[in-house]
């Protein structure tokens, strides 16, 4: 057997299989299985297990570095280290606030917010300025879609005037045409 096998005691089989059937993660159900299968009482080869769970002989030996060093704990998925967002939890706010406050509150002439327009806002209040792509994924994960506009008359027009058309263009749609003089 190779010496890159586990041996497990009965009771962390029991946590393995605890673990691996109460998990609702992909990544933490396959490293379980991929842990439980290397157990040198089931004797299979990295190679087999690789092939049987569809992935690569090099998952299974970081699988199992990280169970030898972490236990349970190494067989969860770690959050990738990175630079934390500029979205404070503050900003957050700000956007949420302003979103649902019409614009024309500000003291804006327009209506509607747009992207472009809420980004321009919220970096003269915050000092934080996004991409109009990252503020749209901004909006997404704080529960916001933003559409296009629906531009109408509806409030511009004289609406008796609009009923009285709309009424009259329905009685001349039903009339008869008049035959037009063929053309010679």
Request: charged share 25%; with cysteine.
């Amino acid at each position: 057997m190779a010496a890159s096998a586990i041996r497990l005691t009965a009771q962390q089989w029991d946590e393995l299989d605890t673990l691996r059937f109460s998990t609702t993660d992909k990544v933490v159900f396959r490293n379980a299985t991929i842990i439980l299968m290397s157990d040198l009482g089931v004797g299979r080869t990295k190679a087999s297990i690789a092939f049987d769970l569809g992935c690569s002989v090099g998952t299974v030996d970081f699988v199992r570095g990280r169970f030898r060093g972490a236990g349970l704990a190494g067989l969860y998925p770690k959050k990738p280290t990175g630079r934390p967002s500029r979205a404070t939890p503050d900003y957050r706010a700000a956007l949420r606030s302003t979103v649902v406050t019409p614009p024309a509150a500000f003291g804006y002439g327009f209506t509607v917010w747009s992207v472009a327009r809420l980004n321009a806002h919220l970096e003269k209040t915050t000092g934080i300025g996004f991409s109009e792509d990252q503020l749209t994924r901004l909006l997404h994960a704080e529960g916001f879609s933003f559409q296009r506009p629906k531009h109408t008359m509806k409030g511009k027009r004289d609406e008796a005037a609009y009923v009285r058309a709309a009424a009259e263009l329905e009685r001349l749609k039903k009339k008869p045409c008049a035959p037009t003089p063929a053309s010679s």
